[in-house]
């Protein structure tokens, strides 16, 4: 069965970069008759906005979006997190890192998609002595590639790329690329479609797949409006939380976005005519890729 999801961060309302995520990974799931799930990423406490998850899930409502099943909480799933994390300690996998940002700054140079790699000197050095310890991955020397439904196909070396990455931070924290898979796994989800600012995270999520025997999604990474070429919206129009007044008109422009050319005469239309047409006309495929930095 078709699962897809959609898995906000609360850290603020829904704006017109999350509608468009939202609005695709509900079409596709939608024109594959299939389940369409939500989850809560309220991981990081600290970061979260006190209401903001309650928010979205109303600004969801008033769009019309209905999900299946029960909304899953990351907040809820640390002892999930941790028996994963368990597995890779019990394989050797991962280990202790009391590094600080500023030593592994002064330690290298090196830099990788998304900053400095660390050069593994937890690795091949005693722990200095001390409580808060992260728990880093030993990422391998070979290619990951796979082929994202719209974005083609995307290769990346994690240890070229990337560098042993954080699975659980020195705050207690567990890191988002950890959970994701944890919680896709859990909720049996199929196919992700997501904004392309994850698009770099995917192989670091398919090697944790990969290694703890999980299933591996379909990934489809759509645009995300600050960046697509030749959309350029106003710095106003994605700051801005939407308002639920224009739910139409929003919901119109985020299918135009996508590249499914609804005709202008729906424009003046209600939503549930539009998620008509939506649901009828969804073509995966007419969604516009980006040009990614690294792959
Ligand atoms: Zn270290």
Redesign the pocket.
């Known amino acids: 069965m078709y699962t897809g999801r959609f898995a906000p961060s609360p850290t603020g309302p829904l704006h017109f970069g999350s509608l468009i995520a939202a609005v695709a990974s509900y079409c596709e799931a939608k024109s594959h008759q299939g389940n369409w799930l939500v989850r809560m990423e309220d991981l990081d406490k600290p970061r979260e906005i006190p209401g903001a998850a309650t928010t979205i899930l109303q600004q969801l409502e008033k769009f019309g979006f209905e999900w299946d099943g029960a909304i899953l909480y990351q907040s809820q799933r640390v002892e999930a997190y941790a028996a994963a994390l368990d597995q890779l300690k019990q394989n050797n996998l991962v280990y202790p890192?009391?590094?600080t940002r500023k030593?592994?700054a002064d330690s290298t140079s090196s830099l990788g998609i998304e900053g400095l790699i660390?050069p593994g000197?937890?690795l091949r050095q005693p722990l200095k002595q001390q409580s808060t310890l992260?728990w880093?991955i030993k990422t391998p020397d070979r290619v990951i590639t796979f082929h994202d439904a719209i974005q083609g196909d995307i290769s990346q070396n994690l240890q070229h790329d990337i560098g042993d990455f954080i699975l659980k931070r020195a705050d207690g924290l567990f890191a988002y690329q950890l959970a994701v898979i944890v919680d896709d796994a859990e909720q049996g989800i199929t196919h992700v479609v997501r904004g392309a600012d994850l698009l770099n995270s995917t192989p670091r999520q398919i090697f944790l797949q990969q290694t703890l025997h999980y299933p591996i999604p379909t990934y489809a990474h759509v645009p995300v409006a600050a960046n697509a070429a030749g959309e350029k919206l106003s710095k106003q129009t994605l700051a801005q939380p939407i308002h639920i007044k224009n739910c139409a008109d929003l919901l119109f422009h985020a299918l135009q976005f996508l590249g499914q050319n609804p005709p202008e005469s729906l424009q003046s239309e209600a939503k549930h005519i539009i998620w008509q047409w939506a649901f009828a006309n969804w073509q995966l495929h007419k969604v516009p890729a980006i040009k990614s930095k690294s792959a």
């Open positions: 890192c009391t590094c030593e592994i660390y000197t937890c992260a880093r």
